[in-house]
C-alpha cells in the first residue's frame, strides 16, 4: 500500500468509558476485517467533543463527519462507513 492512500481519518470520542472503549475495538476489528488502514485516534478531550458538536458520547467521526453520537454501531454499520470513505471507494 501507498502511504498516500492512507487518506481514512478515525476518531473515537469519549472520555474513556466501557462503551468508549468497545467503540474503539469495533473500529479496529471493522478496519482488520476489511484489511484497510486508517489513522484512528481516541480523543479524550472535551473540547474536541464540541469541536465537531458532539453532546453524548461515545462518538464516531469518519473523515470529519459524525456518524454515529451517543451509542456503540453494530460492527456492520461501522464497516459499511469505512468502505464509503475509503480511499478508491
Not at 28 to 52: G, M, T
Request: charged share 20%.
Amino acid at each position: 500500500m501507498r502511504y498516500k492512500e492512507f487518506m481514512l481519518t478515525i476518531r473515537i470520542l469519549g472520555t474513556g468509558c466501557a462503551s468508549c472503549d468497545q467503540l474503539h475495538q469495533e473500529v479496529i476489528n471493522a478496519l482488520a476485517d476489511l484489511n484497510i488502514a486508517a489513522d484512528v485516534r481516541h480523543e479524550r478531550n472535551p473540547a474536541e467533543f464540541y469541536r465537531f458538536g458532539v453532546a453524548a458520547t461515545p462518538a464516531l467521526v469518519i473523515n470529519g463527519e459524525v456518524k454515529a453520537a451517543g451509542r456503540v454501531p453494530a460492527r456492520s454499520e461501522i464497516k459499511g462507513w469505512i468502505k464509503t470513505a475509503a480511499p478508491g471507494s
